[in-house]
């Protein structure tokens, strides 16, 4: 099964290379995501945000995310997941499939 998420990337990290004879390219979003508030209890809470780690299959998006450049001017990115649900039989995890960049809206000129 396929989904689309939009996420809102604060960082990401990117390794092209050779380990062990393997070439290697593989890149990690590093998005916000709100923390469970659901069972706070006078003892035990939960609120705000935090950052969540999504592996890509291959460091590519995080060369776009670069030449990009607002996450090295400290700004967020607002990216478009496609996510497929896949199992082994035992787990399920998501697979991103593609990514790309949500362009900001167009600034509006006050009258």
């Given at each position: 099964?396929?989904?689309?998420?939009?996420?809102?990337?604060?960082?990401?990290?990117?390794?092209?290379g050779t380990v062990d004879?393997?070439?290697?390219?593989?890149?990690?979003?590093?998005?916000?995501?709100?923390?469970?508030?659901?069972?706070?209890?006078?003892?035990?809470?939960?609120?705000?945000?935090?950052?969540?780690?999504?592996?890509?299959?291959?460091?590519?998006?995080?060369k776009v995310l670069e030449?990009?450049?607002?996450?090295?001017?400290?700004?967020?990115?607002?990216?478009?997941?496609?996510?497929?649900?896949?199992?082994?039989?035992?787990?399920?995890?998501?697979?991103?499939?593609?990514?790309?960049?949500?362009?900001?809206?167009?600034?509006?000129?006050?009258?």
């Amino acid at each position: 099964m396929r989904s689309v998420l939009r996420v809102e990337v604060v960082g990401f990290k990117r390794f092209k290379g050779t380990v062990d004879g393997k070439n290697i390219d593989s890149g990690k979003l590093f998005c916000l995501t709100n923390l469970n508030g659901t069972r706070n209890s006078a003892d035990s809470w939960a609120e705000g945000t935090c950052t969540e780690e999504i592996s890509l299959p291959d460091g590519q998006f995080c060369k776009v995310l670069e030449v990009d450049g607002r996450i090295a001017r400290g700004e967020r990115v607002q990216v478009e997941l496609d996510m497929e649900r896949v199992s082994n039989g035992k787990a399920v995890r998501e697979v991103v499939q593609e990514a790309r960049i949500v362009k900001p809206a167009p600034a509006v000129k006050a009258a």
